[in-house]
């Protein structure tokens, strides 16, 4: 059943893809993710009529481009790395290292893994073996004891 719906759907599933996300690359990962996911829920696709399998595949693409936007809009890349730092930077690295090993717990460690490393909350998830909502938890926290410390000058997600 799902290779009949791949052979039916592929292009079309491809082509509105490429004209919502603008990238077919991305496009394609995202029709191929989808057809994963219909042969992990090929009994509940055999339920479904014709129009509602082709509706289904529509709503997985969907989520899953919403989903990785999501997630894509929470990271932060460092795409420069400075050649040389004068000294105020490195009173200010200094100052960073000493507030964020006064944290409490693994709020310093997580803090730098996410926002100075580029992490997300999943990936910190696997690396440490915790839920990611507490991941996000401890996140939250840690911005908040930041602000405190500094004054409530501080803006990041």
Known sequence: ??????LTYYSELVKWC??????????EELVQEAFLRAMLHEETLATLGEKQRRAWLYRVIKNLYVDRTRRNSYEIVVEVIPESVDESEDVANLEWEQLLESLPDMEGVLFAMRYLQGYNSEQLSQIFHMPSGTIR????????????AIGGKLNVR
């Open 18 to 27: 490429s004209k919502m996300t603008k990238n077919l690359s991305l496009a």
């Open 1 to 6: 059943m799902i290779e009949g719906l791949y």
């Open 137 to 148: 938890s401890k996140l939250s926290s840690a911005r908040k004891h930041l602000k405190e």
